[in-house]
């Protein structure tokens, strides 16, 4: 997925393909059983104006970058 497409989707799915994204790994597998609700809420504003500044780049490079300086 790229940022562009990410930030096509409705604001109201945004957060519910963040949640779904920092709760799986690169192999596809599970992470946690239990998602940090409220840093994650954090996440979905930087990755946002994260991807606005580089729109043809990787939604999921763009979360990894994120997830390593919120969580």
Known sequence: MSCA???ALD???KPKVVY???GYN????P???VVDVE?????IPAIV???QAAPKQSFWD???GEVKKIL
């Open 5 to 7: 497409e990410f930030l």
């Open 11 to 13: 604001d109201v799915v």
């Open 20 to 22: 779904w994204a920092v």
């Open 26 to 29: 690169s192999e596809g597998k």
């Open 31 to 33: 992470k946690e059983a």
């Open 39 to 43: 840093a994650t809420e954090r996440l």
């Open 49 to 51: 104006t994260a991807c």
């Open 62 to 64: 763009k979360l990894k």
